[in-house]
């Protein structure tokens, strides 16, 4: 059993900065294939980041923006998101699968408005 807790969620201005922090349970986090994905209203789920043990990848449509990072110390996925855009508006969710089973936090919600 993995548990998924995202937070960091928040208004911000266009322009700005928001880190979203996804804490796991379990003793392997190291070896999990961590995802983030957001879904805006009307919009199906998206993934726009994931990071393996090395390789990190993203969507185009927040690469360069975007940054993903692990501290498997704290059992820890982040995702640090510079020069946001009112259409990076949407509920984050972080995701991994375990033994076949995908496990997903209950989301965060990022808001970038004026």
């Known amino acids: 059993q993995v548990q998924l807790v995202e937070s960091g969620g928040g208004l911000v201005q266009p322009g700005g900065s928001l880190r979203l922090s996804c804490t796991a349970t379990?003793?392997?986090?190291?070896?999990?294939?961590m995802r983030w994905y957001r879904q805006a209203p009307g919009k199906e789920r998206e993934q726009v980041a994931n990071i393996g043990t090395i390789i990190k990848d993203y969507s185009d449509s927040v690469r360069g923006r975007f940054t993903i990072s692990r501290d498997n110390a704290k059992n820890t996925v982040y995702l640090q998101m510079d020069s946001l855009k009112p259409e990076d508006t949407a509920v984050y969710y972080c995701?991994?699968?375990?033994?076949?089973?995908?496990?997903w936090g209950q989301g965060t919600q990022v808001t970038v408005s004026s």
């Open positions: 379990g003793e392997a986090f190291h070896n999990f294939f």
């Open positions: 995701n991994t699968d375990v033994s076949g089973i995908s496990y």
